[in-house]
Every structure is written in C-alpha cells, then in structure tokens.
C-alpha cells in the first residue's frame, strides 16, 4: 500500500512540476524576446501582473476573458481522454454565437429567459454537432481528426462573413457588417457587484461536471480505456463508435456555449469579433492543463490575464499588441516539448533497490 501510495504521489508531482517549469521556460525565452524587442523584461513581468491581477478591475477583466477560455478548453480537453487531437474549438465559438444570434433574435419578445435558453441550446446543439461531425469522420472514414476539425474552422469563419454580411446583416452596421443587435433586455446579465458575466458560472459548471463524467462515471471509465487502448476497448465489447459521438458532441457543445456566452454577454451581436482567437488560446489551455477539467479552470485565469495585459505592453514598453500571441506560442511550443519528459526524469523515478552482495556476480568459468 504505501509503495502504490508513494508512486501515485510521484505522479501527481510530476504532473504539477513540469508544467509549471515549463511556464518558467517560458517566462525566460519570453524575456529574451522583449529584451531583444528594447524591453525590460522585468518592467514587462510587472505590466502583465499590472493589467492582470493588480487590481479588482483588472482581475475583473481576467475573469471575462477566462470565462469562453473554460469552455472552450474542452473541447479538446474531453475528446483527449479518447486519443484524438481536436483543435476545432474556434469553429464551434463561431458556429455556437452565430447560432445563438439566430435563435435569439427568431424568438425575441418572448422574455429575457426564454430568449437566453434558446440562444443556449442552439449555441449548445450546433457546436456539439459541429465537432460531432469530426468525431463521425475520424471513426466512419478514418479522416484525421486534427486536419478536419482545423480545416472546420476556416468553414464556420467563411460561413460567419457570410451570414453576418448577408442574409442577417443589420443594414446600419457600415463599416464592420453585423447582424441585427440582442436587445438589451435579452442580453447576459453580470454576477452582482461585478462587472463578471454569468459565463464564468458556466465555466466552472462546466469544468466541474466533465471532471465528474470523465473521472467518477462508468462513462468516464470507459472513455479513458479506449483512449488507453482501442484494440482492447473493442474486445471488451466497448461502443467505441457511440462513445466517440457522444464525446465529441459534448466538447463541441461547450465551445458553442462558448460563442453563446460571447454575444449574448459582450458583443450583443454576431460579426468579426466572434473570431477573437479564443479557440486557438483555448488549446493552450486544454494541453497546459494536461487535459484535466478542474486545472483548466486555474490555466484559464492565469491565460485571461495574459490576454488582458496586450494594451498596455503596447503603451507602456511599445511592444507589438500581438506580443501577447508570441508568448503563446511561446508556451505551447515548451509545452509541447515538455510532453517528452514525462516518465523520463530520474528525479520523478522510483529509486533502484539496492542488491545483495554479490548478486549480479557471473560464475566463473
């Protein structure tokens, strides 16, 4: 018992310690590039800190941007746990807001609650189909699910320019095509006393209930025996197909909750600013995270505030506002490098045992 004991503890430090030196890596690699850019980089560290947890506005604003990074981590995060690489999370924020606009706006008049619920759903059923369809793809047809639930994004963004500059475009929005507005009415409302919208309860929610499904459910066994090893889960006699679709439909659908989140609680509307990048940030999350629901609660905050510092980098070191997307892939690149090292160090290794006098003596000859 206390050697299983003392195993599991290494396993778990060793799944908080590389990550975290990982970020530490980062931070380094990250501040060569500032310095090299003519930015301090300590003054750099401190701005980001600044416009990310310095003060309650600022962590409020962390919060907002954490809040679409919680749900869209998902979808990668969950679909993991089955052995697929699904970086489709961008496509269904789109494809869930776009949805949500629709179906906000055909049942308008109906009641603040009716409206949010049918923007809900429809923001839930279309990403979860959407990412659906590549989980049906990839078992059906063998498609890659990596390149498909990509390409799927360059679709749904095609398809945003063309809703919102077509058939539901507002005629007053001239210089950035818009659909017609969520009235206010209708809109999200914040959590009292902050200026937080209820998307970071949905979030956490969210995080919460996947981590229950994939960790204490049969479900969640079965789910992870497949992505451990297909080829037994088939033996098994596991519905590797049914459980593939239901994984899927269940990442999309928090991506497209997502979306829903997004217009009905910032924008008030579907255009450009629906492609905000949050998907591509979201799989940062998802792999930081190690694909554990209740760590990417954590990693959204510390990633929102990442995001919330890119003004000020600009006005106060004259950095590129685009430098806080080089610290990204920054990160994801050690990250990913750092998947390598798991079960490698010596450090995280159980030690050798020591042997008997003369035990690995040849006989001689």
């Not at 052995?83 to 906000?104: C, F, K, M």
């Not at 992870?224 to 080829?231: E, K």
């Not at 450009?272 to 554990?292: C, D, K, M, P, W």
């Not at 760590?295 to 430098?323: E, K, W």
Request: hydrophobic content about 50%.
């Amino acid at each position: 018992m206390s050697m299983i004991f003392t195993e599991k503890w290494r396993t778990t430090l060793e799944k908080i310690c590389i990550p975290i030196a990982a970020l530490a890596v980062s931070l380094v690699i990250f501040g060569v590039f500032c310095a090299a850019a003519g930015a301090n980089p300590f003054a750099v560290y401190g701005s980001i800190y600044k416009a990310a947890f310095g003060s309650w506005f600022s962590f409020q604003n962390t919060l907002i941007r954490a809040a679409p990074l919680m749900l869209a981590s998902l979808c990668t995060a969950l679909p993991a746990r089955l052995g697929l690489v699904i970086i489709g999370n961008e496509g269904a924020i789109v494809i869930g807001g776009l949805s949500a606009v629709a179906a906000g706006l055909s049942v308008q008049g109906a009641g603040p609650f009716v409206v949010q619920l049918a923007m809900a759903v429809a923001g839930i059923v279309s990403g979860g189909l959407w990412i659906a369809a590549v989980g049906a793809l990839r078992h059906y047809r063998g498609v890659n699910e990596t390149i498909s639930s990509l390409l799927l994004n360059y679709i749904a963004i095609a398809l945003l320019n063309h809703m919102v500059g077509g058939p539901m475009r507002d005629p007053t929005s001239l210089n950035k095509p818009s659909s017609y507005p969520i009235p206010d009415a209708d809109m999200l409302g914040n959590i009292p006393g902050t200026r937080v919208h209820f998307g970071l309860i949905y979030g956490i929610i969210a995080c919460l209930i996947a981590y229950f499904l994939i960790q204490r459910t049969t479900f969640g066994f079965a789910t992870r025996t497949v992505g451990g090893n297909i080829r037994a889960a088939k033996i098994a006699g596991l519905p590797v197909g049914k459980l593939t679709l239901i994984i899927c439909f269940l990442a999309g659908s928090c991506a497209g909750l997502a979306g829903m989140v997004e217009v009905a609680a910032v924008h008030g509307r579907a255009n450009e600013s629906l492609n905000a990048s949050y998907g591509y940030s979201s799989i940062l999350v998802a792999f930081i995270a190690r694909q554990n629901p209740l760590a990417a609660v954590f990693v959204s905050i510390i990633l929102g505030g990442i995001l919330a510092s890119g003004g000020i980098l600009q006005r106060a070191h004259q950095l590129p506002d685009a430098t806080v997307l080089v610290f990204q892939g920054i990160v994801f690149l050690v990250i990913l490098f750092s998947e390598s090292l798991y079960g490698r160090l010596a450090i995280f290794k159980e030690g050798v045992k020591p042997q008997m006098p003369g035990q690995n003596l040849k006989p001689q000859t």
